[in-house]
């Protein structure tokens, strides 16, 4: 790939803010993927029942919807959001170190909703500043912010494997009946939707015997040089309080308009600050007189975000599930590989995204990922019974869903001339969707139990189905 020379030079001047963002987000991917894989273990150190421990999920979840929201309100100046971004980092790598402390499962579902609350600031922010320092040309820098998180969604559950528990962590006398299901548990947990493993019953007192709290301090080392990097940043820009003798900003109106858009900003260039209050969609004045295409543009690109993000949610998390019911019938350890492959293919994406997105146009790889997705779903729908085509199917949903937030996020910024405030309601609606979602095919899950009948697609399928 060959950068243009204005691309490469802008590049060059942000490198260390565009690095650190990268970071953050990677702290992001670290944080989401962990929870899945040692949920039993923490049920476990809790001595909670499965209907319990799975509601850490929500609170996680729950808390990143209001994290994207608290995110917006840092974006006036450089300072809040490099301060708001360093206390997150921080507070992801203190939540790793604290996680083996709590023996109360209400506890550990506040210390997780602390955890959401950071992930959300994170998301929002990190998109923003982005969007911010490249403007028109952000695509590529997103493409690659969102390969950091899927490469940290990977490496979290790698990590917390070793340490996991093959056998029940409870001992007690129901202990050898409970861990012949174990495996199939572990791989059935599902977010925000405890009652579909009511019917399993598993030890809530006993000797506790589990190593995952080194998983946890494991990652919490891992993850602490990313408040440092943000720390340095911070020291690099003058924010510090201790050595804010100058002001120097991360770019300033006037360099950024030197770089993008020569013509159209020097008239905001020279006062920065009402170009930051402009820009701020929290003040109502703002919307005044504004067209209506202004918050149709706002609402297609959060409902395009509902949508594939949930749908990521939703089939990550009930795909296994899917898999080793009737009609398919895979065998447990078989279809255990179905949500890494998927999330392979996901980060996969997001890598083959970063080269595409600088020569393709975000509007034509949104294009694609829509359709691709949408004929994915169908084929999946028509071949519901082959398995091999559940695999190919599940590869290619991956791939298509990898590149669609960045892309829309571009999209959108760039059909509102960077006046309006996508980031903030774009991230808000990919958290929306991603709770809701679940939550709609988790109850199409208990139906399906209930009665055979039922279809699990009825349910997989009922999002994409409903927009047509």
């Known amino acids: 790939m060959v950068w243009d020379e204005r691309v490469a030079a802008l590049f060059r001047r942000n490198l260390q803010p565009t690095l650190t963002y990268w970071s953050v987000f990677f702290s992001f991917g670290l944080c989401i993927a962990f929870l899945g894989p040692t949920l039993l273990d923490l049920r476990c150190q809790t001595q909670s029942s499965l209907s319990q421990i799975t ?51 209400v506890v550990l579902a506040v210390v997780m909703a602390m955890a959401g609350l950071a992930m959300g600031c994170i998301d929002t922010i990190s998109n923003m500043q982005l969007v911010k320092i490249y403007q028109k040309d952000s695509a590529i820098f997103l493409q690659a912010l969102h390969f950091f998180v899927g490469f940290g969604a990977l490496l979290s559950p790698l990590i917390a494997d070793p340490f ?5 962590c409870i001992l007690s006398n129901s202990t050898l009946n409970a861990t012949s299901n174990l495996p199939h548990i572990r791989k059935s947990l599902v977010p925000h939707h405890p009652g579909n493993l009511s019917y399993y019953e598993l030890p809530m007192k006993g000797m506790v015997v589990t190593r995952v709290s080194y998983a946890f301090w494991i990652m919490a080392l891992i993850n602490l040089p990313v408040p440092i990097a943000v720390f340095f940043l911070l020291y690099k820009e003058r924010l ?72 990521i949610g939703e089939y990550s998390g009930f795909v296994y599930s899917y898999a080793v019911e009737e009609p398919l019938s895979v065998v447990h350890k078989v279809a255990g590989y179905l949500p890494s ?49 559940l695999f190919v199917g599940t590869a290619c949903l991956g791939l298509f ?54 279809s699990w697609w009825d349910g997989l399928a009922a999002p994409l189905c409903t927009v047509s």
């Open 341 to 389: 492959l998927f999330w392979g293919f996901i980060t996969l994406g997001r890598l083959i995204s970063i080269p595409v997105s600088y020569r393709m146009k975000p509007a034509t790889m949104v294009s694609i990922n829509v359709v691709g997705v949408l004929v994915t779903f169908l084929l999946l729908l028509i071949f519901s019974y082959s398995v091999v085509f």
């Open 164 to 168: 996991l528990s093959d056998t029940n």
């Open 240 to 311: 510090v309080p201790c050595f804010n003798n100058g002001r120097r900003p991360l770019l300033s109106a006037d360099e950024l308009a030197m770089e993008t858009q020569p013509a159209e900003k020097d008239n905001h260039s020279a006062h920065p600050p009402q170009l930051q209050r402009a820009l701020s969609c929290c003040q109502s004045k703002n919307f005044r007189g504004a067209p209506y295409s202004y918050f149709a543009v706002h609402v297609a690109g959060a409902l395009v975000l509902f949508m594939s993000d949930g749908i």
């Open 401 to 454: 869903l990898s590149s669609t937030f960045p892309s829309m996020l571009a999209y959108t910024e760039d059909i509102l001339q960077y006046k309006g405030c996508a980031t903030t309601v774009l991230v808000t609606g990919a958290a929306i969707g991603e709770m809701v979602l679940q939550l709609l095919v988790g109850s199409v899950s208990e139906k399906k139990r209930k009665n055979p009948g039922y």
């Open 55 to 105: 509601w850490v999920f929500f609170s996680q979840q729950f808390c990143l919807l209001l994290g994207s929201c608290l995110g917006g309100v840092f974006k006036r100046t450089l300072s809040q959001s490099l301060v708001a971004l360093f206390a997150s980092s921080l507070a992801i790598s203190v939540v790793f170190a604290i996680i083996p402390l709590c023996h109360n499962v």
